[in-house]
């Protein structure tokens, strides 16, 4: 990439497809043939506000069947050669580094990175209803244990859904702010605030790198597009900005 010498702050935004060849579902296809998970479930029915709402019960039973998904996954080369990054790149003075992740997974932190924001919410993670408390949660909720703060029943997944805000914005669009190379990882493009990230730094003047196994509805908006799984792609980059 041009000008590497000169990237100070980097800002990562990661997706669905960073998590897809550690077997879990994307959210819209291209997952091993599979289907992505929205061709299974419809959002209305499991991701919003309105769902929970509605049928507590199957919302309930939809993140269990997540969580419980995820917990015998292993992070892949991708998460490895970010963690990896993370641990060097702010090593040296003057230098900062963020991943953003949409996804709800912990495979960032299992793979050993530490700077990672979950924008989306966590699977691992439950919300009390009644004193907003949140603890970390492995088990299913659906048969409403007390929350370990309060007593009360009323826990539900720590997961943004559709019509609500996303977590830590400022901290985001702050990073942002300060970043010479925004890169998109794995990530369809089709979802807000997220899929605007790359407007805002053509806007802000910084260089744009997306990794993706196929050209996103975003890829237009990028400096430079590499296509390839992300075990692939994502160690290959990594090599090359830390200098193999
Ligand atoms: P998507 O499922 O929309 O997109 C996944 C992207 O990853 C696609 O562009 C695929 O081409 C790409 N992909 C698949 N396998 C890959 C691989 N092995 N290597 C590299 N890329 C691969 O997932 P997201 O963009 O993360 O939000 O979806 C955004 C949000 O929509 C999610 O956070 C979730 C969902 O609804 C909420 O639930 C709030």
């Not at 060849?21 to 992505?36: H, L, M, V, Y």
Request: charged share 25%.
């Amino acid at each position: 990439m041009a000008a590497m010498d000169s990237i100070r702050n980097i800002v990562i935004l990661t997706g669905a497809g960073i998590s897809a060849e550690s077997g879990i579902d994307t959210f819209r296809g291209a997952n091993d043939g599979r289907g992505g998970l929205w061709e299974n479930h419809r959002v209305e029915d499991v991701a919003t506000p309105g769902a929970y709402e509605r049928d507590p019960d199957l919302v309930l039973r939809f993140y269990d069947m997540r969580r419980a998904a995820i917990q015998d996954k292993q992070p892949n080369a991708a998460h490895h050669a970010l963690a990896r990054l993370d641990r060097e790149w702010a090593r040296e003075p003057g230098r900062e580094l963020l991943i953003v992740t949409q996804n709800v997974d912990d495979l960032h932190q299992r793979g050993g990175a530490r700077r990672v924001l979950h924008m989306h919410g966590q699977h691992l993670t439950a919300w009390c209803g009644a004193c907003d408390m949140r603890s970390p949660w492995t088990g299913p909720l659906a048969q409403r244990p007390p929350c370990p703060a309060c007593g009360a029943a009323a826990l539900r997944p720590d997961i943004v859904w559709f019509g609500e805000m996303p977590y830590r914005m400022d901290e985001i669009y702050a990073a942002l702010r300060k970043a010479d190379l925004f890169v998109s990882i794995g990530t369809s493009g089709a979802v807000y605030p997220a899929a605007g990230f790359v407007r805002s730094a053509r806007e802000l003047g910084i260089r744009t790198l997306e990794l993706n196994l196929e050209r996103s509805q975003g890829s237009d908006w990028f400096h430079e597009t590499r296509l390839g799984p992300a075990t692939q792609v994502v160690p290959a980059w990594v090599d090359e900005l830390l200098g193999g």
